[in-house]
């Protein structure tokens, strides 16, 4: 694929929303495991979960089988934009560095990566306040009014900054994962053709994918969880009503660390890798097989 080819953004953003139908009830319980537990917040003081399995259940009993894909809407919408973004600026930015695929390596596709999953993840990132804010809280945030009003709701309450809360975690997380996801599925389909184990076959793609899905729940896991906590406070104008616990996101990481321990950082990593293993499974081999469709 050259330099401004616009397949990669297309194939990109039909790949991720193919994944996230498929993995967001998982999602939807890493979020739940991630915000539980905090001393600072007594709404989630309680640990109201043991493990992924029991939330799943718990969930599914008391809020019903629908809250599992609470915040889908604004899930797809951010993977149609930050998909499509991120797939696209990736191909392209290397094709801008190196011309010849064969000629890639690790750190220059690493690069490429940190860049891409930055400017992707700070465009998109109003639709993943309100995805964590449901996820979190449950289907009831999002109001009859529907997805719309739920956006106006937090701009009104918490004004522009609000839509933007937690970029900057999400930005590092986005950074992180799509500089080691892209990079170690790039290096890993390389390798297994190179040694002549496999062809370029759905074999191929789900053994470098399932590898690229742990590697970045590894990597992203710590950020995760304070890109979380971040999203899902609520800052509100009204100085006489309750302000943010965590200032900022080095803040929320040591806050984590002093009053929940270590292992606090990797709250939800089981449903982080049960997650990222299948989404990528499902999004890469999407990816590639649309690439050999005919134009």
């Given at each position: 694929?050259?330099?401004?080819?616009?397949?990669?953004?297309?194939?990109?953003?039909?790949?991720?929303?193919?994944?996230?139908?498929?993995t967001?009830?998982?999602d939807?319980?890493?979020?739940?495991?991630?915000?539980?537990?905090?001393?600072m917040?007594?709404?989630?003081?309680?640990?109201?979960?043991?493990?992924?399995?029991?939330?799943?259940?718990k969930?599914?009993?008391?809020?019903?089988?629908k809250?599992?894909?609470?915040?889908?809407?604004?899930a797809?919408?951010?993977q149609?934009?930050?998909?499509?973004?991120?797939m696209?600026?990736?191909?392209?930015?290397?094709?801008?560095?190196?011309?010849n695929?064969?000629?890639?390596?690790?750190?220059v596709?690493?690069?490429?990566?940190?860049?891409?999953?930055?400017?992707?993840?700070?465009?998109?990132?109003?639709?993943?306040?309100?995805?964590?804010?449901?996820?979190?809280?449950?289907?009831?945030?999002?109001?009859?009014?529907?997805?719309i009003?739920s956006?106006?709701?937090?701009?009104?309450?918490e004004?522009?900054?609000?839509?933007?809360?937690g970029?900057?975690?999400?930005?590092?997380?986005?950074?992180?994962?799509?500089?080691?996801e892209l990079?170690?599925?790039?290096?890993?389909?390389?390798w297994?053709?190179d040694?002549?184990w496999?062809?370029?076959?759905?074999?191929?793609?789900?053994?470098?994918?399932?590898?690229?899905g742990f590697?970045?729940?590894?990597?992203?896991?710590?950020?995760?969880?304070?890109?979380?906590?971040?999203?899902?406070?609520r800052?509100?104008?009204?100085?006489s009503?309750?302000q943010?616990?965590?200032?900022n996101?080095?803040?929320?990481?040591v806050?984590?660390?002093?009053?929940?321990?270590f292992?606090a950082?990797?709250?939800?990593?089981i449903?982080?890798?049960?997650?990222?293993g299948?989404?990528?499974?499902?999004?890469?081999?999407?990816?590639?097989?649309?690439?050999?469709?005919?134009l």
């Open positions: 694929m050259l330099a401004g080819d616009w397949r990669p953004f297309v194939y990109g953003g039909i790949g991720s929303v193919a994944a996230e139908f498929g967001f009830p998982i939807l319980t890493k979020t739940r495991l991630q915000v539980q537990g905090q001393r917040e007594s709404c989630y003081r309680e640990l109201k979960y043991r493990g992924m399995t029991h939330a799943l259940i969930i599914s009993k008391e809020e019903g089988i809250a599992l894909y609470s915040g889908i809407r604004p797809i919408l951010r149609a934009s930050y998909g499509t973004i991120k696209g600026c990736y191909h392209t930015f290397k094709r801008l560095l190196v011309e695929p064969e000629n890639e390596t690790l750190p596709n690493v690069l490429c990566g940190v860049a891409a999953g930055v400017i992707a993840s700070s465009i998109a990132n109003p639709t993943d306040v309100l995805k964590v804010r449901m996820q979190a809280q449950g289907a009831s945030f999002a109001n009859t009014n529907g997805m009003s956006f106006v709701n937090i701009f009104q309450e004004g522009t900054r609000g839509l933007w809360r970029v900057v975690p999400t930005a590092q997380r986005a950074a992180v994962v799509a500089g080691v990079p170690v599925y790039d290096w890993c389909k390389k297994i053709i040694k002549k496999l062809g370029d076959t759905v074999s191929t793609h789900f053994i470098a994918s399932f590898i690229a590697a970045g729940a590894v990597a992203s896991t710590p950020i995760d969880v304070v890109r979380t906590r971040l999203m899902n406070q800052n509100l104008r009204d100085h009503r309750p943010h616990i965590y200032k996101s080095l803040d929320c990481l806050k984590t660390f002093k009053y929940e321990g292992f950082l990797y709250k939800g990593f449903p982080t890798w049960v997650r990222l299948p989404w990528n499974i499902i999004f890469f081999i999407t990816y590639e097989q649309m690439k050999k469709l005919p």
